[in-house]
């Protein structure tokens, strides 16, 4: 069953411009044969496109969307593009568009005017392959035929939860896994419409949905998403406890027992023969239904790890800086089995923790200065910037983005213009990976630049970047590798008055609305690395401490 036909919404509840407009003044809506007057308000959505295809309404959104919101986020257009996975919308433009945004929610966030302000990215193409990637995920044709299932029921909270499963698939004694994908789907097949949209989109999700955008897409009360959510989760648990799911608790135990306390994604994906195929009742491959029972795991990026990523990573800088000297590979490997990871996996874990680096001489040296001392500053400046390898969270213009990436601000000048090479902070550098003594080559939209550390480090000339994007002096330009080691850049034209808040964020990266002061604060909070809510002398300490006198001056 499709996504459109298990939902009894109409277009203007998957679109919110089209609650806020005057729908019936827009030309392109009406007419349209086989589909009745205000077909957009009244019409269910499968039976839209049963009649438009999924292209077709895509193309008829992309018209509205430059034609009529041009100023509107493409997320806001159509909010059910948040809890789309990227790769559905597999289109050569979307993937340029993808790169020149940064992220999958920095493209959503921009408006259909910014993006055809981007250079090499067509905004109607781009926008039609976003839209139509969702009303095919929602078109009848493009679905696998269900098995018989009662109709469904709407209800506006969570139906109660059973004190029992449905009868359970048995399972053969002698090859209890191969029967799990059926015992869950036998558990779990009977969900209703609004339950299963939760457990797709929240609780077996990659990357878990907002619940008020949830919330819009079902057009019911955010608390019903919670309600929603807490019932599912109870209900996981209760089955967890039968003596049916024993089976899946041994299989748990296993993984547990193989992992230690950090695995590549991959290799949990690939722990057993079923994680890859895709349970009939939830409609989500298994590992995500594995990932969200698996007490204490949480995945990061490319990792699996038990507990917090950021606390096993500096737990494992600490361990490597308090060698009296920089221990081999072996030794490193050797000293880190201390700390949970797995010898077959472990020098894939050093190889992922910023900061550290395997010089030439197979040794690990973690960023820190002669004496032991980690994270510490170097004498003199370089470039404007303050010296010495040190964490990128306390390295100058260095901010985190919505993406979990950091990014460097570089202010632009005459010579960046110009082509001149862009001086790097060594915090930043050590970062994406640079190590003295190296030079190498990244991709960018714009062809290869270089990045190298002799003297100093730098990235050599944006010349031709910068003037894609229309960079004048006093302009800012953002920085970042890609875990592909692509070269992203984001433009920020000069700000043009505004107060001292919104200029500040600015300087971060940050475009949207200020709000006040406290709630600026909490994100320059957040984009320097502070991750508790801190008060406002702990961000101007921080400040100090990175050396970030532009924005001090304007908070101070």
């Not at 359970?168 to 558990?187: G, M």
Request: aromatic share 6%; proline share 9%.
């Amino acid at each position: 069953m499709s996504d459109g036909e298990r939902m009894n919404f109409c277009l203007s509840d998957l679109v919110p411009p089209l609650r806020w407009s005057d729908a019936a003044r827009i030309t392109a809506l009406a007419d349209r044969p086989g589909l009745p007057d205000a077909w957009w308000r009244t019409l269910p959505l499968h039976r839209v496109l049963a009649v438009l295809d999924a292209e077709a309404l895509g193309d008829l959104l992309t018209g509205l969307a430059l034609d009529h919101w041009p100023a509107a986020a493409v997320g806001d257009v159509l909010p059910a593009l948040h809890v789309l996975d990227p790769d559905e919308a597999d289109d050569p433009q979307v993937a340029i568009a993808l790169d020149r945004a940064g992220s999958w929610h920095g493209l959503l966030a921009l408006s259909g005017r910014e993006l055809a302000d981007q250079p090499f990215v067509k905004a109607r193409p781009v926008l039609t392959a976003l839209f139509t990637a969702v009303f095919l995920r929602m078109s009848p044709e493009e679905a696998p035929v269900p098995e018989p299932v009662p109709e469904p029921v709407f209800e506006p909270a969570a139906a109660p939860v059973p004190e029992s499963v449905p009868e359970l698939v048995e399972v053969p004694p002698e090859e209890p896994v191969s029967e799990i994908p059926e015992l869950i789907d036998a558990a779990f097949g009977d969900l209703d419409d609004q339950t299963w949209m939760v457990a797709q989109n929240r609780v077996f999700a990659d990357e878990p949905s907002d619940p008020d955008q949830l919330a819009r897409l079902l057009a019911v009360h955010p608390t019903v998403i919670h309600d929603l959510e807490a019932a599912l989760r109870d209900r996981l648990s209760r089955w967890l406890a039968l003596p049916e799911a024993k089976p899946y608790n041994e299989h748990l135990t296993r993984l547990t027992e193989t992992f230690g306390t950090a695995v590549p994604k991959d290799r949990f994906v690939a722990a057993a023969e079923w994680h890859e195929r895709e349970l009939r009742s939830l409609e989500v491959p298994a590992w995500r239904f594995v990932l969200a029972t698996l007490p204490g795991y949480r995945l990061s990026g490319d990792w699996l790890v038990d507990g917090d990523i950021e606390d096993l990573r500096e737990r494992t800088r600490s361990l490597i800086a308090s060698a009296e000297r920089p221990p081999t590979v072996p030794r490193a490997l050797e000293m880190i089995g201390s700390l949970g990871i797995r010898p077959d996996v472990a020098r894939q874990w050093l190889e992922s923790v910023p900061q550290l680096r395997a010089q030439k001489a197979s040794q690990i040296d973690p960023d820190r200065q002669p004496g032991g001392q980690h994270g510490g500053q170097q004498g003199g400046q370089q470039g404007g910037q303050q010296g010495g390898l040190k964490d990128v969270a306390l390295t100058r213009r260095c901010f985190r983005q919505p993406d979990g990436r950091w990014w460097l601000r570089v202010d632009v000048t005459a010579d960046h213009l110009q082509g001149a090479e862009v001086p790097l902070p060594s915090g930043f550098a050590a970062y994406v990976g640079l190590a003295p003594g190296e030079d190498r080559m990244v991709r960018s939209a714009a062809g290869e630049v270089g990045l190298s550390w002799h003297a100093r480090p730098v990235l050599g000339s944006l010349r031709r970047i910068l003037g894609e994007v229309a960079a004048e002096e006093g302009s800012h330009i953002f920085l970042t590798l890609s875990e592909e080691g692509m070269l992203r850049v984001r433009h920020l034209p000069a700000a043009e008055g505004g107060d001292e808040t919104s200029r500040a964020l600015r300087l971060v990266g940050y475009t949207a609305p200020s709000g006040t002061p406290d709630q600026a604060a909490r994100v320059i909070a957040t984009r320097v690395g502070l991750s508790a809510p801190v008060g406002r002398p702990e961000l101007l300490a921080r400040l100090r401490e990175r050396g970030d006198r532009d924005l001090l001056s304007l908070l101070g």
